[in-house]
């Protein structure tokens, strides 16, 4: 009984210390301070230090066009050209005045000097069949009624060629026409050659090409079984064989090559015969 009367008040010890506690708990909570209001503004600090440099940002827009400067001075006067292509023939000038009339001539021994004219067209019909043996055997050139062709033995690419030729007062060989392509075939045979460059490109419209005058093939062609092959830049050179057919060569191939000249050019003949580099 007495152990029972010690547990009741052990109970009742211990609901009344809770009770104390919570009561304490409360009034702790009850008295906590709350914040004051929002005080002034301080001083601003001073300057800091310059912070590290950042990364580099993306380019800006392009800008505007600037004004146009002012023109420059005259620069040196650049290396002369090779030498053009040989002119047409002009027109024919207006008649001029008629000369004055001349003295009576006097009266001559016609007999005599009828002799005379006969042997000098004697000697110079022999004087002319010499030039003939001397261009045609000794310098190698062919010849025929309007041209004179020369077959240089000096191997170029085809527009050096074509400079040295022009250089000669002529130009690279142009066969125009069946007639012109065989006497050029028989010559290259002649020579013992297989192949010499002509004055001819193909353009670049399929099928067309342009003599070394400018003027265009239109007549006559001889082309090889399959040309032209094609109209690259660098492929568009002609070469003519000693069987008389054309096929489309690279420029820049060195070989022979044959000269046309005009036989009314009264210097022909220095000129074809002068060897230039």
Same mark, same amino acid.
């Given at each position: 009984?007495?152990?029972?009367? *010690?547990? @009741?008040?052990?109970?009742? *010890?211990?609901l009344l210390?809770?009770?104390?506690s919570?009561?304490?708990?409360?009034?702790?909570?009850?008295?906590? +301070?709350?914040?004051?209001s929002?005080? $002034?503004?301080?001083? =601003?600090g001073?300057?800091?230090?310059?912070?590290?440099?950042?990364?580099t940002?993306?380019?800006?827009?392009q800008?505007?066009?600037?004004?146009l400067g002012?023109?420059g001075?005259?620069?040196?006067?650049g290396?002369?050209?090779?030498?053009?292509?040989k002119?047409?023939? /002009? $027109?024919l000038?207006?008649?001029?005045?008629s000369?004055l009339k /001349?003295?009576q001539g006097?009266?001559?021994?016609?007999?005599r000097?009828?002799?005379v004219?006969?042997?000098? $067209?004697i000697?110079?019909? !022999?004087?002319?069949?010499a030039?003939?043996?001397?261009?045609?055997?000794? +310098?190698?050139?062919?010849?025929t009624?309007?041209?004179?062709? +020369?077959?240089?033995?000096?191997a170029? !690419?085809?527009? $050096?060629a074509?400079v040295?030729?022009?250089?000669? @007062?002529?130009? +690279?060989?142009?066969p125009?026409s069946?007639?012109?392509n065989? =006497? *050029?075939a028989g010559?290259?045979t002649?020579?013992?050659?297989?192949?010499v460059?002509?004055?001819?490109?193909?353009?670049?419209?399929?099928?067309m090409?342009?003599y070394?005058d400018q003027?265009?093939?239109q007549?006559?062609?001889?082309?090889?079984?399959?040309?032209p092959?094609g109209?690259?830049?660098?492929? @568009?050179?002609?070469?003519l064989?000693?069987?008389?057919?054309?096929?489309? =060569?690279?420029?820049? =191939?060195?070989?022979f090559?044959?000269?046309?000249?005009? !036989?009314?050019?009264?210097?022909?003949?220095?000129?074809?015969?002068?060897?230039?580099?």
């Amino acid at each position: 009984m007495a152990l029972q009367l *010690l547990g @009741s008040q052990f109970l009742l *010890l211990f609901l009344l210390c809770s009770v104390v506690s919570k009561i304490s708990s409360t009034e702790v909570c009850s008295n906590t +301070l709350l914040p004051g209001s929002k005080g $002034d503004d301080g001083e =601003v600090g001073q300057e800091g230090e310059q912070g590290k440099q950042g990364k580099t940002g993306p380019p800006g827009r392009q800008g505007l066009a600037g004004e146009l400067g002012s023109k420059g001075e005259v620069g040196q006067t650049g290396k002369t050209g090779p030498v053009g292509y040989k002119g047409y023939e /002009g $027109d024919l000038g207006a008649k001029g005045p008629s000369g004055l009339k /001349g003295k009576q001539g006097a009266t001559c021994d016609c007999g005599r000097y009828r002799k005379v004219v006969g042997q000098m $067209d004697i000697n110079i019909n !022999k004087l002319k069949n010499a030039i003939k043996f001397l261009k045609n055997v000794i +310098l190698g050139i062919m010849e025929t009624e309007e041209k004179l062709y +020369l077959i240089v033995r000096e191997a170029r !690419k085809y527009q $050096d060629a074509l400079v040295n030729c022009n250089l000669r @007062s002529g130009t +690279l060989a142009m066969p125009k026409s069946e007639e012109s392509n065989s =006497v *050029l075939a028989g010559y290259v045979t002649q020579a013992g050659l297989t192949r010499v460059f002509i004055g001819l490109q193909t353009s670049e419209e399929p099928g067309m090409a342009v003599y070394a005058d400018q003027s265009p093939l239109q007549n006559y062609s001889a082309w090889a079984a399959g040309e032209p092959q094609g109209v690259a830049s660098n492929s @568009s050179c002609v070469e003519l064989s000693s069987a008389g057919q054309w096929s489309q =060569v690279s420029c820049h =191939v060195s070989m022979f090559y044959v000269c046309e000249f005009n !036989k009314d050019i009264s210097h022909h003949t220095e000129a074809v015969t002068t060897r230039r580099a």
